[in-house]
T-cell receptor, first 113, second 113 residues
Framework: AQSVTQLGSHVSVSEGALVLLRCNYS??????LFWYVQYPNQGLQLLLK??????LVKGINGFEAEFKKSETSFHLTKPSAHMSDAAEYFC???????????FGPGTRLSVLP | DSGVTQTPKHLITATGQRVTLRCSPR?????VYWYQQSLDQGLQFLIQ???????AKGNILERFSAQQFPDLHSELNLSSLELGDSALYFC????????????FGPGTRLTVL
């Protein structure tokens, strides 16, 4: 079965510091990978997705993620955190064509002034 | 605004009752997905419809059912409700396949008393 793990249910960073949110997946075939963000009392919004083209994927709001097949990872980074980045972040994998999402448990990001 | 609408926003009901949640997908999207988000289970895929036909099932209980109508809007029916069904229910839509970008609605918060 496909699975997604996100290390750290809660991450705190200072404003201006590097953001690193970890995601590891298991998949028997090259997957599509996604990062979604959920702001309080809102739905999920796509940050970026990996579709087997470039391994470094740039998304919205200055976020990017790098697909590393050898490590089965798809970690999300942002060079400088902003207060508005405080939210819940979900990594998801779609293992194969026609197969539905498996979401990770989420990581809540807090940004300290 | 994702273009996906869900009604109602909030729903409070009693155990044993039946409710219907409604979703209108983005214009042009043929696939609709339902997800349940709860504190203990996280984000779980329930069911997908594509152009009126059931395409995939996830962790959907037998007490729950869904359908997609000719105008592509979808309804999720939850019956014999239990306290544990209290959750946020999200609808998402995409062009066709789960690997296409999924756009999420704002969700319906269901509270079962």
């Amino acid at each position: 079965a496909q699975s997604v793990t996100q290390l750290g249910s809660h991450v705190s960073v200072s404003e201006g510091a590097l953001v690193l949110l970890r995601c590891n997946y298991s998949s028997s075939v090259p997957p599509y990978l996604f990062w979604y963000v959920q702001y309080p009392n809102q739905g999920l919004q796509l940050l970026l997705k990996y579709t087997s083209a470039a391994t470094l994927v740039k998304g919205i709001n200055g976020f990017e993620a790098e697909f590393k097949k050898s490590e089965t990872s798809f970690h999300l980074t942002k060079p400088s955190a902003h207060m508005s980045d405080a939210a819940e972040y979900f990594c998801a994998v779609s293992p194969d064509y026609g197969q539905n999402f498996v979401f990770g448990p989420g990581t809540r990001l807090s940004v300290l002034p | 605004d994702s273009g996906v609408t869900q009604t109602p926003k909030h729903l409070i009901t009693a155990t044993g009752q039946r409710v219907t949640l409604r979703c209108s997908p983005r214009s042009g999207d043929l696939s609709v997905y339902w997800y349940q988000q709860s504190l203990d289970q996280g984000l779980q895929f329930l069911i997908q419809y594509y152009n009126g036909e059931e395409r995939a099932k996830g962790n959907i209980l037998e007490r729950f059912s869904a359908q997609q109508f000719p105008d592509l809007h979808s309804e999720l029916n939850l019956s014999s409700l239990e306290l544990g069904d209290s959750a946020l229910y999200f609808c998402a839509s995409s062009a066709r396949d789960p690997r296409d970008t999924q756009y999420f609605g704002p969700g319906t918060r269901l509270t079962v008393l």
